[in-house]
């Protein structure tokens, strides 16, 4: 366990960046063999704008790189962070981490976008996309990006959680990212026990029902089990999926990047079923 740590801990960027392209291209493979739905989309031109929005990301988490180790070499300094209150046994110590990182740094932020109308407005972009895939997973907008970057930072802390453990957190984090997106078939006789502990593919892209209640639903990233405790979990037949937000249903507004980065400084429209007072 000792050494799985530091091998997230030491991984070189360019081993990370053959990981990244491996994953991708192992789900575009997969959404070849068994796609969940045949999508008539243009792909190629659907992935240039997602990887476009997938890039800024990675820069944005590049420069954001530096919050993040300073945040670990506060905690190791002081010994901050909840998980640094006692001396846990290391399984326990990577199983709380992983759990807690998942609530404060994805699950609560994202619970947040959804009820905060400032932030809506930004995370509406991932909602936009009519064809979910592998390359949605990271289509956010750059000042979506910054709010995340600044959430795993407190997250960090408030954990206490060393390097190994957050690169590992990272790491799985974006495996889910691409496994939820892909339109791939998931057996759901293994989808549905799963989604009781996991975010699984079924689970994740309730979420990205065009409409309410669904789109206010299934906000987990890597555990399902924060959806569960909080009661925000819904669900839908995987035929009665339809993606999209209904705000924005316009192929011209949501397949145009320059919109897309416009859309948050843009009059607010009201989602059908209203989710905010004014
Ligand atoms: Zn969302």
Redesign the pocket.
Known sequence: MEEFLTFFETVPSSTRSVFLVSGLALFLSLEAIVPLFRMEYKKIQHAKLNLTFTLITLLINLIGASFIVAAVDFNMTNQFGLLNITTLPLWLYVILGLTLLDLLGAWFI?WL??RVKWMWRF?II??TDQNIDVTSGLRHHPGENIFRLLFTTLAVLATGASFGLVMLYQTISAFFAALTHANIQFPKILDKPLSWIFVTPHFHKV?HHFSLPQ?DSN?GNIFSIWDHLFSTTSNIEMQELKYGIDTHMKQSEHSNFKNLLMIPFQSYRQPVGTKFDD
């Open positions: 994202h976008e959804h995370h991932h909602h979420h789109t906000y």
